[in-house]
């Protein structure tokens, strides 16, 4: 079955305190992204990778950083984790032509998270 | 930069009835456009993907149509059914491999 898998699902953790969400695809998608859902604002594009070793900033890349190792891992690290950071997390994948995600885009479940 | 607006923000219409929800882009150099229905606390999930090349595509009683000069996507949903309630949102494609979301059009279906 094809799968975004996002964990942990639900957190809540203290202002400084280093945490990382994973995110893994198995349809070997070349695209993945982070989005953060807020009230409001929407979904707005946090970071996205076009390929192995391959990322960019999406519209809010401030506090947060990602890495892609692996063809199937996006995880999204937050070095010291701030209130305003305070969001639903969404992980998302596509098939990829020439870096472009011409696909469509399959999300995980979501990732709660609340900072204090 | 893209901007992506839907309106109406929600919308309630009793069972049975057609209905169209819209989306409109500000930059046509778009390479796709797709619209997502997304239940309470959960994630989104792929109705109809749009192509820049294609004008609509169907699936069940969803049409989605494009029209790229005029900067405008619609959704229709034939013959609506309380399942349907849910928030509807498009994202368009384009510049360097973004994705641009709209904020979503709520919809509620009353039995």
């Known amino acids: 079955e094809a799968q975004v898998t996002q964990n942990p699902r639900y957190l809540i953790t203290v202002t400084g305190k280093k945490l990382t969400v994973t995110c893994s695809q198995n349809?070997?998608?070349?695209?993945m992204s982070w989005y953060r859902q807020d009230p409001g604002l929407g979904l707005r594009q946090i970071y996205y990778s076009m390929n192995v070793e391959v990322t960019d900033k999406g519209d809010v890349p401030e506090g947060y950083k990602v890495s892609r190792k692996e063809k199937r891992n996006f995880p999204l690290i937050l070095e010291s984790p701030s209130p305003n950071q305070t969001s639903l997390y969404f992980c998302?994948?596509?098939?990829?032509?020439?870096?472009?995600?011409?696909?469509?885009?399959?999300f995980g479940e979501g990732s709660r998270l609340t900072v204090l | 930069k893209q901007e992506v607006t839907q309106i109406p923000a929600a919308l309630s219409v009793p069972e049975g009835e057609n209905l169209v929800l819209n989306c409109s882009f500000t930059?046509?150099?778009?390479?796709?456009l797709q619209w997502f229905r997304q239940d309470p606390g959960k994630g989104l999930t792929s109705l109809l993907l749009?192509?820049?090349?294609?004008r609509e595509q169907t699936s069940g009683r969803l049409n989605a149509s494009l029209d790229k000069s005029s900067g405008r996507s619609t959704l229709y949903i034939a013959a609506s059914q309380p399942g349907d309630s849910a928030t509807y949102l498009c994202?368009?494609?384009?510049?360097?491999?973004?994705?641009?979301f709209g904020k979503g059009t709520k919809l509620s279906v009353i039995p």
């Open positions: 930059d046509s150099a778009i390479y796709n």
């Open positions: 994202a368009v494609g384009a510049g360097s491999y973004q994705l641009t």
């Open positions: 998302a994948s596509s098939i990829g032509l020439a870096g472009v995600p011409t696909g469509e885009l399959f």
């Open positions: 349809m070997n998608h070349e695209y």
């Open positions: 749009i192509q820049s090349s294609q």
